[in-house]
């Protein structure tokens, strides 16, 4: 994470996101799946070929694509089809852009159920007799059971979560590294799934993104750095206000 | 002229040559790498530092950051929206200076009509237009925050002082000034070894100075899990960030 200032001289704190060897791997069409709209499998960082079951293997060697450590679906509308084996870029986004970032959280192994769900406890002194971060009361008299999803204690973390909205500052096609506004589920390091936002306010934000995607070999040549027009790029003198 | 006890003329001594000292010369370069280029210690790709270390160095080229430690005064002068002039010019010693990356910060302190003021600046921030050093003294500790519970006269600083003139070569004078303290509490027990405070006159009983060992942690230096040795770490960058800034 790092800190990116604005050209009014405000701060904000920025995720970096590398793209690292991304493949289109398989089309499923709307009947094959049986939903709405086609859907694309993609698959992420390579990883080890060995250790794993033919049936698994299968997929990667039709689309031609060393072994991917992470497969995600993406829904995605007959026009905007990708070739299965087509390596995408971090250029697929432009700075402006909103995006939805989904990733499993960092796994804190069994927790009470005061970090878990935010209960307050009891206190520490005052006569309490070995309750302090007890949840107390489960349920009432009359209902004279438990209901289900009761919130109590149990593994917490290490699912998946998605942050929503985040603003895409900065794009370095060189290294394939998207600059996401605010923080993201997962550790560091960890493989993260990026999607152009859902959000209904998002809308209409996309102004001529590529389209299916960015191509590498194409005659596009993009600079080193893509930033929006309110960052502060370094190059510039510092900030004055007048 | 001169002539020796025998009568006869002495021969033509000439004087000795004199020994010309190349100041410029002999002393070696002084290499300074800020603190805040050393990464920490950690699981995070390298990728991400040199990338950060890029947009530092792209930002020096344009504003110069001057070399400072903990000890100097520094005078910073930022863009402020609701000041007079829209600019806002700060006096003070630098206290500490945290954080690694574009993150890096240091604190300045001053005392400014009876009330003391620190105030914590980004080395990167864009509104920053200045910073000059006026006066350059290291002290002999890391850190100055004792400082807020010393006497206050050892945090003022004359807002109107002039910058004082070095040459580039120099060796940092340190200042070993002993600062007196205000009576306890403190807001640390800066007599305690954990702090290992070199720069406090401490004037309390021997009692409380016994009592304060009581806390030594003398295992901590041999501890091999806390090693990191930045030496070759800080001679790469440090050799990546000069040819970057001759560019």
Redesign the interface.
Request: some cysteine; overall charge positive.
């Given at each position: 994470m790092m800190p990116i200032w604005t050209k009014s001289g405000k701060k904000h704190a920025v995720t970096l996101l590398k793209v690292q060897d991304c493949h289109v791997l398989k089309y499923i069409s709307k009947e094959e799946s049986g939903g709405k709209t086609a859907k694309l499998l993609v698959g992420g960082k390579n990883g080890s070929p060995f250790f794993k079951s033919e049936s698994a293997m299968e997929i990667f060697r039709e689309a031609g694509v060393p072994r991917k450590q992470k497969i995600s679906i993406f829904n995605v509308t007959d026009d905007a089809l990708v070739k299965p084996g087509t390596p995408l870029y971090a250029a697929h986004f432009r700075p402006g852009q909103f995006v939805d970032v989904t990733a499993k959280t960092i796994g804190k192994g069994f927790q009470g159920v005061m970090k878990r769900w935010g209960f307050k406890g009891q206190p520490a002194s005052h006569g309490q007799t070995k309750t302090h971060r007890r949840p107390g009361a489960i349920s009432t008299n009359k209902a004279s059971k438990v209901y289900r999803g009761k919130k109590m204690p149990g593994k917490m973390g290490n699912i998946y979560r998605t942050a929503l909205g985040l603003k895409v500052w900065r794009i370095n096609t060189k290294h394939d590294i998207i600059y996401v506004n605010g923080s993201v589920p997962g550790h560091t390091n960890c493989l993260v799934k990026i999607r152009d936002s859902k959000l209904p306010t998002y809308k209409d934000c996309n102004k001529n993104p590529p389209f299916p995607t960015f191509f590498a070999d194409g005659d596009e040549k993009l600079p080193e750095d893509l930033y929006d027009e309110e960052v502060f790029q370094f190059t510039d003198p510092s900030v004055t206000y007048t | 002229c001169r002539t020796s006890s025998d009568g006869k003329p002495t021969e033509f001594q000439p004087p000795p040559k004199p020994i010309i000292i190349d100041k410029l010369k002999q002393i070696e370069e002084r290499r300074f790498l800020s603190p805040e280029f050393v990464p920490p210690r950690?699981?995070?790709?390298p990728?991400?530092f040199y990338?950060?270390r890029k947009?530092m160095i792209?930002?020096r080229k344009?504003?110069n950051i001057p070399e400072f430690y903990v000890g100097h005064i520094l005078a910073v002068t930022t863009?402020?929206?609701y000041a007079k002039d829209?600019v806002n010019r700060f006096v003070g010693i630098c206290i500490q200076r945290g954080g690694k990356?574009?993150?890096a910060t240091f604190v300045l302190r001053n005392v400014i009509e009876d009330q003391g003021v620190e105030i914590c600046y980004?080395l990167?921030?864009?509104?920053?237009?200045a910073i000059e050093v006026l006066k350059l003294e290291k002290r002999l500790d890391d850190h100055l925050l004792y400082l807020r519970d010393a006497l206050p006269e050892y945090s003022t600083v004359d807002v109107n002082m002039k910058p004082e003139t070095h040459l580039e070569n120099d060796e940092i004078p340190v200042n070993k000034l002993q600062v007196r303290m205000k009576p306890k509490p403190w807001s640390k027990r800066w007599e305690r070894p954990k702090y290992n405070i070199k720069g406090i006159k401490f004037e309390l009983p021997e009692k409380t100075m016994e009592e304060a060992k009581k806390w030594r942690q003398p295992w901590l230096e041999f501890d091999m899990l806390r090693e990191y040795d930045t030496s070759k770490i800080e001679e790469k960058i440090w050799k990546e960030v000069n040819e970057e800034l001759k560019k």
């Amino acid at each position: 994470m790092m800190p990116i200032w604005t050209k009014s001289g405000k701060k904000h704190a920025v995720t970096l996101l590398k793209v690292q060897d991304c493949h289109v791997l398989k089309y499923i069409s709307k009947e094959e799946s049986g939903g709405k709209t086609a859907k694309l499998l993609v698959g992420g960082k390579n990883g080890s070929p060995f250790f794993k079951s033919e049936s698994a293997m299968e997929i990667f060697r039709e689309a031609g694509v060393p072994r991917k450590q992470k497969i995600s679906i993406f829904n995605v509308t007959d026009d905007a089809l990708v070739k299965p084996g087509t390596p995408l870029y971090a250029a697929h986004f432009r700075p402006g852009q909103f995006v939805d970032v989904t990733a499993k959280t960092i796994g804190k192994g069994f927790q009470g159920v005061m970090k878990r769900w935010g209960f307050k406890g009891q206190p520490a002194s005052h006569g309490q007799t070995k309750t302090h971060r007890r949840p107390g009361a489960i349920s009432t008299n009359k209902a004279s059971k438990v209901y289900r999803g009761k919130k109590m204690p149990g593994k917490m973390g290490n699912i998946y979560r998605t942050a929503l909205g985040l603003k895409v500052w900065r794009i370095n096609t060189k290294h394939d590294i998207i600059y996401v506004n605010g923080s993201v589920p997962g550790h560091t390091n960890c493989l993260v799934k990026i999607r152009d936002s859902k959000l209904p306010t998002y809308k209409d934000c996309n102004k001529n993104p590529p389209f299916p995607t960015f191509f590498a070999d194409g005659d596009e040549k993009l600079p080193e750095d893509l930033y929006d027009e309110e960052v502060f790029q370094f190059t510039d003198p510092s900030v004055t206000y007048t | 002229c001169r002539t020796s006890s025998d009568g006869k003329p002495t021969e033509f001594q000439p004087p000795p040559k004199p020994i010309i000292i190349d100041k410029l010369k002999q002393i070696e370069e002084r290499r300074f790498l800020s603190p805040e280029f050393v990464p920490p210690r950690g699981r995070t790709d390298p990728l991400k530092f040199y990338i950060e270390r890029k947009d530092m160095i792209q930002r020096r080229k344009v504003f110069n950051i001057p070399e400072f430690y903990v000890g100097h005064i520094l005078a910073v002068t930022t863009a402020d929206l609701y000041a007079k002039d829209k600019v806002n010019r700060f006096v003070g010693i630098c206290i500490q200076r945290g954080g690694k990356g574009l993150g890096a910060t240091f604190v300045l302190r001053n005392v400014i009509e009876d009330q003391g003021v620190e105030i914590c600046y980004e080395l990167y921030n864009p509104r920053i237009q200045a910073i000059e050093v006026l006066k350059l003294e290291k002290r002999l500790d890391d850190h100055l925050l004792y400082l807020r519970d010393a006497l206050p006269e050892y945090s003022t600083v004359d807002v109107n002082m002039k910058p004082e003139t070095h040459l580039e070569n120099d060796e940092i004078p340190v200042n070993k000034l002993q600062v007196r303290m205000k009576p306890k509490p403190w807001s640390k027990r800066w007599e305690r070894p954990k702090y290992n405070i070199k720069g406090i006159k401490f004037e309390l009983p021997e009692k409380t100075m016994e009592e304060a060992k009581k806390w030594r942690q003398p295992w901590l230096e041999f501890d091999m899990l806390r090693e990191y040795d930045t030496s070759k770490i800080e001679e790469k960058i440090w050799k990546e960030v000069n040819e970057e800034l001759k560019k």
